[in-house]
């Protein structure tokens, strides 16, 4: 085959690549737009730096949505889940893509995988789902490299601080149906776990801003999320973590394996 049709071909699978990679980012947008999910997404994805070949370890994937973002920037990903719900983001890429992506069905507490395996872990609110996080943990330090990374999202436990009693009450109801065994962590509980398991913290921010609750508020009222995307996207694109505002709505840790 002469060099011309094989650069030809490359070519065409890149311009495919983008296309779906723009459709990808539309549908995710539009498709029963969440603030909340939006804003999380550009917090963890601002923080995770992956190299190409770095092998990662999504925890608790779900649709495998981080997977397939993180696999886009050339990495091997693993996402690992309870449901086979990850089958979903395989609509999403092409074959180039979905050679970097292997999705297995698991419990986090004994991972089928051997010690050591990956250069980064990502574990986006699983944590408050899990009643043995301590075990948990311990699995993730132990198929983490040596000088590897972990990047942990979960719900802020003073939170609620900010909230009267009576919403503060409709939010653990509503959270015990979305199945959280916990209603959250504090930065000291988060950081203790880590420690407690050779991973040394290394870096943190408070997400879900101020802006981030006055869309919640919006939305709580607004039961078709289309009629006020725009306003809802542009209030989501300027709400701003902190490492100071210790009662926003979520924490975001970074711990290095020693």
Known sequence: MKI?????????SNRRT???????????LLSGFHAG?????????????VKSGEKVFDAGCGVGLYSLRIAYNGAQVVGGDLLPLFKYSLLFGDAKLTKRLNFIIMDL?????KSESFDKILCVDVLEHIPNDKKVIAEFSRILKKNGEI???????????RL???AKAKQMSLEK????????????QLSTLLKENNIDVCDYTYTFGFWAYVTGRISAKFKDSTIIFP??????????????????GGILIIGKRN
């Open 4 to 12: 011309s049709n094989l650069l030809k071909k490359e070519q065409i």
């Open 18 to 28: 983008a296309i779906l990679k723009f459709l990808f980012n539309i549908y995710y």
């Open 37 to 49: 999910d939006f804003i999380r997404s550009r917090n963890v994805m601002r923080k995770i730096k």
């Open 109 to 113: 507490n004994y991972t089928p995988i």
């Open 151 to 161: 990047l942990i999202h979960v719900p802020n436990l003073k939170r609620y601080a």
């Open 164 to 166: 009267k009693n009576s």
């Open 177 to 188: 149906l979305y199945g959280h065994f916990r209603h959250g962590y504090t930065l000291n």
């Open 231 to 248: 306003f809802l996207f542009f209030l989501s694109l300027i709400d701003k973590p902190s490492k100071f505002n210790e009662y926003n």
